[in-house]
Structure formats: structure tokens, C-alpha cells
Antibody, heavy 118, light 109 residues
Framework: QVQLVQSGAEVKKPGASVKVSCKASGYSPIGYAIHWVRQAPGQGLEWMGWINGGSGTGEFSQKFQGRVTITEDTSASTAYMELSSLRSEDTALYYC???????????WGQGTMVTVAS | QSALTQPPSASGSPGQSVTISCTGTSRDVGGYNYVSWYQQHPGKAPKLMIYEVSKRPSGVPDRFSGSKSGNTASLTVSGLQAEDEADYYCSSFAGRDNVFGTGTKVTVL
């Protein structure tokens, strides 16, 4: 079936970087954008950015200017989100989601918990 | 891009209806017919319930409906059931970005 499977939980120190992967299966990722959304503990959803499958183009929230990099390996049907200069406020559950149209996130990964602590 | 505004909570008895509002601006909700709604149960990933303002994905009960007027979108859950108790988030396309709402906790009394 169509699914997105994300990499496992991470614990990082402040100032470090983290790279989360999101592997698509059950469909061809070409032409579908993958969006990244995070959710801090007990908080709401926050949109981070997206990458268009196959073209590598995309956008990201200005909030993460200079800190977030979203890439893809089409041969592995996998998208990646790297967040650098981590701080405690980046502790959150990070989700990838498939966009099927405009702002239509119809398939979600299981989430990857990233904890930033010294 | 600021988060869309939702009421923190809403509630209703089984069988009743509850409506959740989602207020944005002309740069997001008011500017595009690309509003979607997500249901999230504790410890679970969000689930798409409504897309393009009022369309329901296959498998979503027709008790869930969406609408929009100006800069405000709404999600109505009719015939409330116990399993509808969850957090609900709206989301809107905003040209260059996407933006989520602040979230509403729906309680079934």
C-alpha cells in the first residue's frame, strides 16, 4: 500500500545537525511533492517546506531560512530533511507528508522524534 | 506567515453537530480554494479529512463537511460520535508557503 516510512528517533546536542529520511513505497514519487511538518510536544502543526519529487525544486518557510535543507534521492524513492544549528526549541516530532494536489496532504509518515538536549 | 486562527476547543454531545472555524487572511484562506482539514488522535499522525475547502477523500464519512466564506473556512462534524474526539487542524495554501491553523480540541461529551 501507499506509505511513507521515516527514519528513527534522534538525540542531538545544541548546535548540531540532524537529517531525517522519508522513504516512499506503493507509488512513484515522481511528480508528487513531499512536505515536512513538525509538531513540538503538546503543540500544533508547523509547516517547514517541500520538495517536488523528481525535479528537486521546492520552497521552505522563511522561519527556517538558512537552517533547513530538503533533498531527494529519486533512485531510492527517499526524501530528506536536514536541520542545522539545532536548539532546544527544535525538539519536536517531524513528519513527512505527500502532497496530492494543492495543500492536500493525503499520506503521512509515522513521524521522527528529534530531541535536542545538552 | 502567521498561523491560521482556530478556537482552542469545541464540544458536543453524541449525535449533535460541532463547527470549527479557521480564520486567515486574503493571502491564504481568502485567496485560494485550497483549504484542507486534518484529524489527529493522540500519538497518531494527522489524517486528511477535507481538501480543496469541501471535498472528502474516499473513506471519510459524509458527517464531515467543509465550507469557506471570505477569509474564514469551517469544518462541521454532524452526528458526533465518540471516535470524533480528537484535535483538528486546518491548513491553507498561501502562494509560496503552506500554513496550518492553531488547532482545535473536539470533545464528545
Amino acid at each position: 500500500q501507499v506509505q511513507l516510512v521515516q527514519s528513527g528517533a534522534e538525540v542531538k546536542k545544541p548546535g548540531a545537525s540532524v537529517k531525517v529520511s522519508c522513504k516512499a513505497s506503493g507509488y512513484s514519487p515522481i511528480g508528487y511533492a513531499i512536505h515536512w511538518v513538525r509538531q513540538a510536544p503538546g503543540q500544533g502543526l508547523e509547516w517547514m517546506g517541500w520538495i517536488n519529487g523528481g525535479s528537486g525544486t521546492g520552497e521552505f518557510s522563511q522561519k527556517f531560512q538558512g537552517r533547513v535543507t530538503i533533498t531527494e534521492d529519486t533512485s531510492a524513492s527517499t526524501a530528506y530533511m536536514e536541520l542545522s544549528s539545532l536548539r532546544s526549541e527544535d525538539t519536536a516530532l517531524y513528519y513527512c507528508a505527500r502532497n496530492n494536489g494543492y495543500n492536500t496532504f493525503d499520506v503521512w509518515g509515522q513521524g521522527t522524534m528529534v530531541t535536542v538536549a545538552s | 506567515q502567521s498561523a491560521l486562527t482556530q478556537p482552542p476547543s469545541a464540544s458536543g454531545s453524541p449525535g449533535q453537530s460541532v463547527t470549527i472555524s479557521c480564520t486567515g487572511t486574503s493571502r491564504d484562506v481568502g485567496g485560494y480554494n485550497y483549504v484542507s482539514w486534518y484529524q489527529q488522535h493522540p500519538g497518531k499522525a494527522p489524517k486528511l479529512m477535507i481538501y480543496e475547502v469541501s471535498k472528502r477523500p474516499s473513506g471519510v464519512p459524509d458527517r464531515f463537511s467543509g465550507s469557506k466564506s471570505g477569509n474564514t473556512a469551517s469544518l462541521t462534524v454532524s452526528g458526533l460520535q465518540a471516535e470524533d474526539e480528537a484535535d483538528y487542524y486546518c491548513s491553507s495554501f498561501a502562494g509560496r508557503d503552506n500554513v496550518f491553523g492553531t488547532g482545535t480540541k473536539v470533545t464528545v461529551l
